[in-house]
């Protein structure tokens, strides 16, 4: 099969695509991932004692709602690179900007000159 052929071919049924499928997708499994192991873990360890307290349940909600929030925020740039061309381009300023300071931060510690081949610096460079 030539290249014109499966452009003709893949072209022949066109039907509009549903943006939202990729976020469903995720929150559902998501929301059964969370399920399954609150379960395990209810069954596995049980529920502690002493969480009528109020010192106990306060530190579990406040535990809670930063999981939820982290959680929030790695959905929210996991629906953007798991769209076509959603890499670290379009994660906003938080993204590219961490990841280019790690490269820079990585790149002068002395565990990483380590690893490098005799005569090459950190970008294949040859040093005399």
């Not at 997708?25 to 307290?53: E, F, H, M, Q, W």
């Not at 629906?79 to 381009?89: I, Q, S, W």
């Not at 961490?98 to 690893?115: C, E, S």
Request: aromatic share 6%; net charge positive; proline share 4%.
């Amino acid at each position: 099969m030539k290249t014109d052929d499966l452009v003709a071919l893949l072209s022949t049924s066109l039907e509009p695509v549903d943006r939202r499928s990729v976020v469903r997708t995720l929150c559902v499994a998501l929301a059964a991932g969370s399920i399954v192991s609150l379960g395990l873990t209810l069954v596995g360890l049980g529920v502690r004692p002493d969480l009528i307290t109020a010192r106990a349940l306060i530190f579990l909600v406040v535990k809670l709602f930063f999981a939820v929030g982290i959680v929030s925020l790695a959905l929210v740039y996991l629906t953007r690179l798991a769209r076509p061309g959603g890499g670290a381009k379009n994660l906003g300023g938080f993204g590219r900007n961490t990841i280019r300071g790690y490269r820079g931060t990585f790149r002068h510690q002395p565990w990483v000159r380590a690893q490098l081949p005799l005569g090459q610096d950190d970008r294949g460079r040859s040093v005399a």
